[in-house]
């Protein structure tokens, strides 16, 4: 038997796994001035690198995870990290572009099968009541990953040459793939049963939530890929400060996503909808008084704290409401957020060359607003259609017997 503390340290593997493929994703942006020049290629042909990730995890992270269904979580994990450490190696050492462009799409590929898989791995090795926490906690990897991850990236790659970076994150890969193989336990069927199975399956839920978090994703992001530009033209912040600014919003994301774990497995649909309020209200305050520095600062780390911890809320709503297996919803989870975040910069950029960057959080406030409509009005109305007592597990959870209940929470795994 293994007992709840080496759980615990899977669980902070898993979350340093988390990290390393947020910051390997989107490594090139702050890189691009450094690696366009040593290809020979042009910052827009290196921003691809970015563009052609995204749009592999879309394509392959749904059948990669049908087709890897049967094989044993700690071998898939340990692999996909295992190849994920090989192609950014490959890409630290990349003489052409084609090379890099290669080693990163191969990245890309391992990237759904893992978020599709790490979720419900780390929550099958805890009690069924405290899930809500455990994808909490597993979300910090997530949330490290802008506001550590790449900052130092992009200053290893300013001291040492973009290819620095690289090697960086293709040694923690490593490191992080040894400690998923040794840490994480086996899983027994039963268990992998028990937390392949949402507790509320809804097929309905599930699609207006996919929906919602495309809106959700395409309006921040929409607004976040262009905030040091916003920050620079309409709040008046010198260049030096930009740094400052993203640490503080990063920061708040950190924390808010480590709080949001205490009151997310009460409340799951209420955090998410708390939170896109929250959002709502930062990007639109920022659209309406961003000229203000003294007011600029409060709303953009509202804007962090509450976009960080809605990621961690939509994650393990998916997981309550998923109509077939977790892995499945998550898988469609990464290609809802990976559709919005490129959605989102796209429309960014056509806002920014023709009506001005200080629209932009005003679009992405609107999206907010809509999905916000879109999750209340569906749940009103399914509630409308009701002529018994309402599904309170909603909104928040109360103590009911569930086939969880009929045993003793799981405090160990078997090896």
């Given at each position: 038997?293994?007992?709840?503390?080496?759980?615990?340290?899977?669980?902070?593997?898993?979350?340093?796994?988390?990290?390393?493929?947020?910051?390997?994703?989107?490594?090139?942006?702050?890189?691009?001035?450094?690696?366009?020049?040593?290809?020979?290629?042009?910052?827009?042909?290196?921003?691809?690198?970015?563009?052609?990730?995204?749009?592999?995890?879309?394509?392959?992270?749904?059948?990669?995870?049908?087709?890897?269904?049967?094989?044993?979580?700690?071998?898939?994990?340990?692999?996909?990290?295992?190849?994920?450490?090989?192609?950014?190696?490959?890409?630290?050492?990349?003489t052409s572009y084609e090379v890099l462009l290669a080693a990163r799409l191969v990245s890309a590929t391992t990237n759904g099968v893992f978020w599709a898989v790490v979720f419900p791995v780390a929550i099958s090795m805890f009690p069924a009541n405290i899930r809500g926490r455990i994808v909490a906690r597993l979300s910090i990897g997530n949330?490290?990953?802008?506001?550590?991850?790449?900052?130092?990236?992009?200053?290893?790659?300013?001291?040492?040459?973009?290819?620095?970076?690289?090697?960086?994150?293709?040694?923690?890969?490593?490191?992080?793939?040894?400690?998923?193989?040794?840490?994480?336990?086996?899983?027994?069927?039963?268990?992998?049963?028990?937390?392949?199975?949402?507790?509320?399956?809804?097929?309905?839920?599930?699609?207006?939530?996919?929906?919602?978090?495309?809106?959700?994703?395409?309006?921040?992001?929409?607004?976040?890929?262009?905030?040091?530009?916003?920050?620079?033209?309409?709040?008046?912040?010198?260049?030096a400060s930009l740094g400052l600014l993203l640490f503080v919003q990063g920061s708040f994301g950190v924390a808010g996503t480590w709080a949001v774990g205490r009151v997310l497995d009460r409340f799951p649909l209420g955090v998410v909808l708390v939170l896109l309020g929250l959002l709502t209200a930062a990007m639109l305050g920022l659209y309406?008084?961003?000229?203000?520095?003294?007011?600029?600062?409060?709303?953009?780390?509202?804007?962090?704290?509450?976009?960080?911890?809605?990621?961690?809320?939509?994650?393990?709503?998916?997981?309550?409401?998923?109509?077939?297996?977790?892995?499945?919803?998550?898988?469609?989870?990464?290609?809802?957020?990976?559709?919005?975040?490129?959605?989102?910069?796209?429309?960014?950029?056509?806002?920014?060359?023709?009506?001005?960057?200080?629209?932009?959080?005003?679009?992405?406030?609107?999206?907010?607003?809509?999905?916000?409509?879109?999750?209340?009005?569906?749940?009103?109305?399914?509630?409308?259609?009701?002529?018994?007592?309402?599904?309170?597990?909603?909104?928040?959870?109360?103590?009911?017997?569930?086939?969880?209940?009929?045993?003793?929470?799981?405090?160990?795994?078997?090896?």
């Amino acid at each position: 038997m293994v007992h709840e503390r080496r759980a615990v340290y899977a669980l902070a593997a898993l979350s340093a796994a988390t990290f390393c493929y947020v910051t390997t994703e989107v490594l090139p942006i702050g890189l691009l001035t450094l690696i366009a020049p040593d290809l020979g290629r042009s910052r827009s042909e290196a921003g691809l690198l970015v563009t052609g990730y995204a749009v592999v995890v879309m394509i392959v992270a749904l059948p990669l995870t049908r087709v890897t269904r049967r094989v044993p979580r700690r071998p898939l994990l340990a692999g996909a990290l295992g190849v994920f450490a090989a192609a950014t190696t490959v890409s630290a050492f990349a003489t052409s572009y084609e090379v890099l462009l290669a080693a990163r799409l191969v990245s890309a590929t391992t990237n759904g099968v893992f978020w599709a898989v790490v979720f419900p791995v780390a929550i099958s090795m805890f009690p069924a009541n405290i899930r809500g926490r455990i994808v909490a906690r597993l979300s910090i990897g997530n949330a490290l990953g802008p506001v550590l991850g790449v900052p130092l990236s992009t200053w290893l790659g300013g001291q040492a040459g973009w290819r620095a970076a690289f090697v960086a994150m293709a040694v923690f890969g490593f490191v992080t793939c040894i400690a998923v193989a040794l840490l994480l336990p086996s899983v027994t069927p039963q268990q992998q049963s028990a937390g392949d199975i949402g507790p509320m399956p809804d097929r309905p839920r599930f699609v207006v939530l996919l929906f919602a978090t495309i809106l959700a994703v395409t309006g921040a992001m929409g607004a976040f890929t262009y905030m040091t530009v916003f920050l620079l033209d309409v709040s008046g912040f010198a260049a030096a400060s930009l740094g400052l600014l993203l640490f503080v919003q990063g920061s708040f994301g950190v924390a808010g996503t480590w709080a949001v774990g205490r009151v997310l497995d009460r409340f799951p649909l209420g955090v998410v909808l708390v939170l896109l309020g929250l959002l709502t209200a930062a990007m639109l305050g920022l659209y309406g008084v961003g000229a203000s520095k003294a007011l600029t600062i409060p709303l953009l780390a509202v804007a962090g704290m509450s976009f960080s911890s809605l990621i961690a809320g939509i994650q393990h709503r998916v997981m309550q409401v998923a109509p077939s297996t977790t892995d499945m919803a998550s898988a469609s989870l990464s290609v809802a957020f990976n559709f919005g975040l490129a959605a989102g910069s796209l429309i960014g950029a056509g806002l920014l060359a023709t009506a001005g960057v200080r629209v932009i959080p005003l679009f992405g406030g609107l999206l907010t607003a809509v999905a916000i409509a879109l999750l209340a009005g569906h749940e009103m109305s399914r509630r409308r259609g009701r002529n018994h007592t309402p599904d309170h597990s909603s909104w928040s959870v109360r103590p009911t017997p569930s086939r969880d209940a009929e045993k003793p929470p799981a405090t160990s795994v078997r090896t």
